[in-house]
């Protein structure tokens, strides 16, 4: 039976729930994809109660964001036209 999530042992019990689930092989319209989208729903919410990540400072994102393209911090300039774009961030 489903149940809002109250401590970290239930969060942990839905976590291993879902994941046994996504391991299954069912249909889309099937009580187990049901029961996968509530534990999803349950577990999400738990998670922002308990477990905030708090979003980037938009340096940090830039920084990131050149980091998965794989350029270096001096390309910054190329990106934004201007040397003296990067030095204003």
């Known amino acids: 039976m489903l149940k809002v999530i109250k401590n ?3 969060y ?3 976590l291993a ?3 046994e689930l996504i391991q299954g092989d069912f249909k889309a319209e099937s009580t187990e994809a049901d029961e996968l989208e509530i534990l999803t729903l ?3 919410h738990y998670e922002k109660q308990h477990y905030p990540i708090s979003p980037p400072s938009p340096i940090a994102a830039i920084k990131f ?3 998965q ?3 270096p911090l001096s390309e910054l300039s ?6 003296s774009r990067q030095s204003e961030i």
């Open 8 to 10: 970290d042992s239930e």
């Open 12 to 14: 942990e019990d839905a």
């Open 17 to 19: 729930r879902a994941y």
């Open 42 to 44: 349950l577990i999400e």
């Open 65 to 67: 964001r050149l980091e």
């Open 69 to 71: 393209l794989g350029k």
């Open 78 to 83: 190329e990106i934004l036209g201007a040397r």
